[in-house]
C-alpha cells in the first residue's frame, strides 16, 4: 500500500477518533490522530460604504467562512455578491454585520445571475445592528439554514 495513491486508497468507515492521520509540519512528516484535528473557522472582515460593491467569487474570499460586516461614512447602500453555488458545493458562509449599521446603511446580501437565496433571485437586506444570517449551497442555489435579526 506504499506505493498506492490517495485517491485508490480505500474509504475509511465510522472514525472513532483514534486513528492516526500524517501531517507535514516545519518540513518533518509527523502523525496527528482525527480526534485532535478542531473546527477551524477562516473569519474575514468587510467594510463597506455607500454604492460599493463587493464580489465574494474573488480568490480574497475563496476560505472564508464567517464574514464581519462594518460600516464607513455616509448612509446608503452596498452590495455583497455571493459566490457561484455551483462552484461551491456544501459551503456555508455566516455574516455577522457590526454595532454601524441601521436602516439607513444597508448592505444587499445578492445571489449571482440566475442563482437564487431560498428560491429567490431576490437580496437578503442586510440592516440592523448584530444581524446575522448563515446560507448554505447544494450546489445549485443557496439556502438560508440560520439567521438572527
Do not use: C
Not at 78 to 93: E, H, S, Y
Not at 109 to 118: A, Y
Not at 128 to 136: L, M, N
Amino acid at each position: 500500500m506504499a506505493n498506492t495513491k490517495i485517491s485508490q486508497l480505500p474509504i475509511a468507515t465510522n472514525p472513532t477518533g483514534e486513528e492516526l492521520i500524517p501531517v507535514v509540519q516545519s518540513g518533518d512528516t509527523k502523525q496527528l490522530k482525527v480526534s485532535q484535528v478542531v473546527n477551524y473557522i477562516v473569519t474575514t472582515s468587510i467594510t463597506f460604504q455607500a454604492n460599493q460593491t463587493i464580489n465574494l467569487s474573488d480568490s480574497t474570499y475563496d476560505n472564508s467562512e464567517m464574514i464581519r460586516l462594518s460600516w464607513t461614512g455616509a448612509t446608503g447602500t452596498g452590495i455583497l455578491n455571493l459566490p457561484d453555488a455551483t462552484q461551491n458545493v456544501n459551503r456555508v458562509m455566516r455574516f455577522i454585520s457590526n454595532g454601524g449599521f441601521t436602516n439607513a446603511t444597508k448592505v444587499h446580501l445578492t445571489p449571482i445571475l440566475g442563482q437564487t437565496i431560498d428560491g429567490s433571485t431576490s437580496f437578503y437586506n442586510i440592516n440592523k445592528e448584530y444581524e446575522g444570517i448563515q446560507v448554505w449551497s447544494d450546489g445549485v442555489q443557496w439556502f438560508i439554514i440560520q439567521k438572527k435579526a
